[in-house]
């Protein structure tokens, strides 16, 4: 009796999750101009409550972020949904996500036909990511790494995606992207909603930036500049 109570209990919320990500979609997604078939096939199929801690498994389709602890957050769906859209993933392209997390912008990546490379130097996040990704998005190569330092190994990249906000984006990082073609996207700090999603390339004259639409998340730590003298 209590094994089927329980049985009952799980089914109900693997149906109540399903029923979040529908709505997270309709409700949150697609009326934010996220039109990508790629893209939301992939938010519609991932369970984005496997790439949160298991205690703050019902925040994962807020629309909100996730705090994951060390000043780091899980973004809202529609900012990493848009986000991506921006980076306009194509089959083949080859992909690094720099602050990775705990992968779920990496599973979306991947879902589009990308081949990614999920860069993270917080333990903690990685724990989550590894069996998240293995079990959902085993292609996806995951590596431990500095942020700032990009992962040159797999360099060049058609598309460098970095999960946070940055002051600026760190050149060791800027030079792995293909030149030419490679884009890199990522969010200008500013304060509050005055922060800005931007795309970027490398040109000959150095990194050629444009802002695309207000997108305001937290600063990654271990690339929040250097404060200056103060006089």
Same mark, same amino acid.
């Given at each position: ?18 029923? /979040? ?133 797999? /360099? ?18 800027? /030079? ?49 500049? /250097? ?5």
């Amino acid at each position: 009796m209590d094994q089927a109570v329980t049985q009952d209990a799980t089914m109900q919320i693997a149906v109540d999750f399903a029923d /979040a990500r529908k709505k997270m979609v309709d409700g949150q997604i697609r009326p934010n101009k996220v039109s990508n078939p790629a893209i939301l096939a992939a938010l519609r199929s991932l369970p984005r409550e496997r790439f949160v801690p298991a205690a703050q498994a019902a925040l994962a389709y807020a629309d909100e972020p996730v705090p994951l602890g060390n000043g780091r957050v899980l973004a809202e769906p529609r900012a990493i949904a848009k986000l991506i859209q921006l980076c306009a993933p194509e089959v083949g392209a080859r992909v690094l996500v720099v602050a990775a997390g705990t992968g779920y912008g990496a599973a979306v990546m991947a879902a589009c036909g990308t081949l990614v490379t999920a860069l993270e130097e917080d333990e903690a996040l990685l724990d989550i990511a590894r069996p998240a990704l293995a079990a959902l998005a085993p292609a996806v190569g995951i590596v431990d790494g500095r942020l700032a330092a990009g992962w040159s190994a797999g /360099a060049p990249y058609d598309i460098i995606l970095i999960e946070g906000a940055v002051d600026t984006v760190p050149p060791e990082i800027a /030079a792995q992207l293909r030149p030419g073609s490679g884009r890199l996207v990522t969010v200008r700090a500013g304060r509050g909603l005055a922060s800005q999603a931007m795309i970027a390339e490398m040109t000959p004259a150095g990194l050629s930036t444009r802002d695309a639409f207000d997108c305001a998340m937290p600063v990654l730590p271990s690339l929040r500049a /250097a404060p200056g003298f103060v006089f």
